[in-house]
């Protein structure tokens, strides 16, 4: 069975500081996908990155950078210079590789309630 | 281009009663999954639909239902409502074969 643990229920950090919310799966697939979502109060869920198990190689977009450790079973989320638009819930979700023509459900972890304050 | 709509937005239903909620994907996708998220949980996986069947299906009772029309439009049914089924309703869409997941607003169900 698949599990996605995000420890972190609550971060709260002022305006230009980096945070990094974390996220550990568990999954006996050998391939497999792991996705980052933003979550604001309007309750659409924002893509932001989708990462496969092949590819351990960090990345960076704009403010916002991905550390995915295969031996670890972690795909952690950083951002830079956090700002106020910032706040949301962020979802961490994993996803077994397509087969059989149908892709996969996404098991989402329990969420990280951030809040920059100015 | 539209994203993924789904309607209505809030819903309030007694116990026991049953409700239709209503997804329409975004424009070319011809997959859609519908979760089920608990205040202050993440969402849970319902089912999923593709070419008018369900695909896959998560840990939910039968009284979770559903149906995908020859537009790709998708409907979720709960019957039998208990004041545990409130909660946001996500609806998710795609393509088959790939991992290009959409969602829309969802729908805030409340049961009393």
């Known amino acids: 069975a698949q599990k996605v643990t995000q420890a972190q229920t609550e971060i709260s950090v002022v305006e230009k500081e980096d945070v990094t919310l974390d996220c550990v799966y568990e999954?006996?697939?050998?391939?497999?996908?792991l996705f980052w979502y933003k979550q604001p109060p309007s309750g659409e869920l924002v893509f932001l990155i989708r990462r496969n198990s092949f590819d351990e190689q960090n990345e960076i977009s704009g403010r916002y950078s991905w550390n995915f450790q295969k031996s670890t079973s972690s795909f952690n989320f950083t951002i830079t210079a956090s700002q106020v638009v910032d706040s949301a819930v962020y979802f961490c979700?994993?996803?077994?590789?397509?087969?059989?023509?149908?892709?996969?459900?996404?098991?989402f972890g329990s969420g990280t309630q951030l809040t920059v304050l100015p | 281009d539209a994203g993924v709509t789904q309607s209505p937005t809030h819903l309030i239903k007694t116990r026991g009663q049953q409700v239709t909620l209503r997804c329409s994907p975004k424009s070319g996708h011809d997959t859609v999954s519908w979760y089920q998220q608990a205040l202050g949980q993440g969402p849970q996986f319902i089912f999923q639909y593709y070419e008018e069947e369900e695909r896959q299906r998560g840990n939910f009772p039968d009284r979770f239902s559903g149906h995908q029309f020859p537009n790709y439009s998708s409907e979720l049914n709960v019957n039998a409502l208990l004041l545990g089924d409130s909660a946001l309703y996500l609806c998710?869409?795609?393509?088959?074969?790939?991992?290009?997941?959409?969602f829309g607003s969802g729908t805030r169900l409340t049961v009393v």
């Open positions: 979700a994993l996803s077994e590789a397509i087969s059989s023509g149908s892709a996969r459900q996404l098991t």
């Open positions: 998710a869409s795609g393509e088959q074969m790939t991992y290009g997941y959409t």
């Open positions: 999954t006996r697939d050998t391939t497999y996908y």
